[in-house]
């Protein structure tokens, strides 16, 4: 890939984007995480009974980011050593996607049950979405994996 400063080789680019998806991880956590040190501070001004149903949502969003920043930096650390089509990547990322998808599960049900309106969330559906794209790429990853292989014994 050619730049303003010059040839770069894909070892340096595959760190850029490593450190790239960290800071990307690490803000999306510091948000969701101060959001729900602002919203405590909101609901404990006032004297609503709501506080579990409020933050229940937002730490499991919260629990499940975190658990994919994991992974994701694992899979990361992965393919910096140059193991990229290997059975551990592709359950990291099979484990990203089931994740997602429980987080949008639950969400579903912490509206469905502790939502004060009755009309639908669409965040839910973007997790379960998610999820099932994760879940297609590492089915992707598999073949890869298995094509990888039939490659090795054919040379």
Known sequence: MKNI?????SKEELEFVMYCLIIMCVSCLLFVFFRN?????DLGKDDT???IAKLLPENVT??????CSVLIYLMLRNVQKGLVFTKQNSDLIMTIGIVLECNGI????FNAFLSDTKAGNTIPMIY???GVF???IACLFKVG???????????
């Open 106 to 109: 639950l969400q579903m049900i």
């Open 49 to 51: 009974d709501g506080l």
């Open 128 to 130: 379960l979405l998610l």
């Open 5 to 9: 400063f010059g040839k770069k080789s």
């Open 145 to 155: 994996i298995r094509m990888k292989e039939e490659q090795d014994l054919t040379i």
């Open 62 to 67: 919260l629990l499940a980011m975190a658990v």
């Open 134 to 136: 994760f879940l297609f």
């Open 37 to 41: 040190l602002d919203l405590c501070y």
